[in-house]
C-alpha cells in the first residue's frame, strides 16, 4: 500500500499493484516491481540445494512407508524429515552439478534386525523372483516369522514409488515381486519387519531392475 504524505500531489511511498513509489533526493519516483528477482548463489549452496531436493524427491511418494520403518528413530520431527536428512548425508554422492543418488547407501528404515546375508533378484515373465538367504534368521533379535518389506522407484525421473508391507516371512527365502510399470530401470530395496511390528531392519539394497 502506498502512503501520500501530503495529500494527492505530494510525495509518497510504498507499492500500488504492480508499481513502487519512491522519494530520492526530495522527488517522488514510480518504478514497476520486477517480476523475478535474481538469485545469485554460490556453487556451495547451488550445490546443498541441488543435494535437498534429491533427497526430497527420493523419500516423496514414500511417506506412509517412512511413517512406518522410521517411526522409531523420528523423535521431536515427522518421519519424512528424518529420511530426508539421513539421506541427504549419506545417499548423495558426486561433484555440482552431477550429484546423484547411490542406491546401496539408501535408507529407508534403521532398526536391530538384520538383513539376509545374500540376496539375489530375477526377472521373468510373472515378475521378480526375489531370493534371500535364511541361515541368519535366528541372530540376535531376527525371527523366521519376520515380514518381507520391498520397496522399488527410479532414480533417474524420481518419480512415484512402489512397495509393499507383506506376510512373506524371512523363513520362506523368497518372493515374487511385481514388475515395476516404470520404464526407466528400477531400484529394489527390503526391509524385514518383527511380526509384532516392534522391531524393524536397516536397508538392504538388492539391486536395478532393467
Known amino acids: 500500500m502506498a502512503r501520500l504524505k501530503q495529500g494527492i500531489n505530494g510525495p509518497g511511498q510504498g507499492r500500488v499493484g504492480n508499481v513502487i513509489m519512491y522519494e530520492m533526493f526530495g522527488k517522488t519516483y514510480l518504478r514497476s516491481r520486477p517480476n523475478r528477482y535474481k538469485d545469485k548463489k554460490s556453487k556451495k549452496q547451488l550445490a546443498q540445494r541441488q543435494r535437498l531436493t534429491l533427497a526430497q524427491n527420493l523419500v516423496r511418494y514414500l511417506k506412509h512407508l517412512v511413517r512406518i ?4 528413530i523420528s523423535t521431536g520431527r515427522s518421519t519424512y524429515h528424518t529420511a ?6 549419506e545417499a548423495i554422492e558426486g561433484n555440482y552439478p552431477n550429484q ?8 529407508l528404515s534403521k ?11 530375477k526377472k521373468n515373465e510373472e515378475g521378480i523372483l526375489l531370493e534371500w538367504s535364511t541361515e541368519n534368521q535366528s541372530e540376535d ?5 519376520d515380514n518381507l518389506i520391498w520397496c522399488m522407484k527410479d532414480l533417474k ?11 512373506i516371512k524371512r ?19 527390503i526391509m524385514f519387519r518383527s511380526e509384532d511390528e516392534m522391531k524393524i531392519s536397516d536397508t538392504r539394497w538388492v539391486g536395478t531392475i532393467g
Open 111 to 121: 532398526g536391530d534386525l538384520t538383513t539376509p546375508n545374500t540376496v539375489s533378484l
Open 100 to 107: 546423484y543418488i547411490n542406491p546401496e547407501k539408501v535408507i
Open 69 to 72: 520403518t522410521m517411526k522409531d
Open 157 to 167: 525421473s524420481l518419480v512415484h514409488g512402489d512397495y509393499q508391507i507383506t506376510t
Open 141 to 145: 533379535f531376527n525371527h523366521p516369522s
Open 171 to 189: 523363513h520362506q527365502g523368497k518372493a515374487l515381486l511385481p514388475t515395476p510399470l516404470s520404464q526407466e530401470p528400477v531400484e529394489l530395496w
Open 84 to 89: 530426508v536428512s539421513m539421506n541427504l548425508k
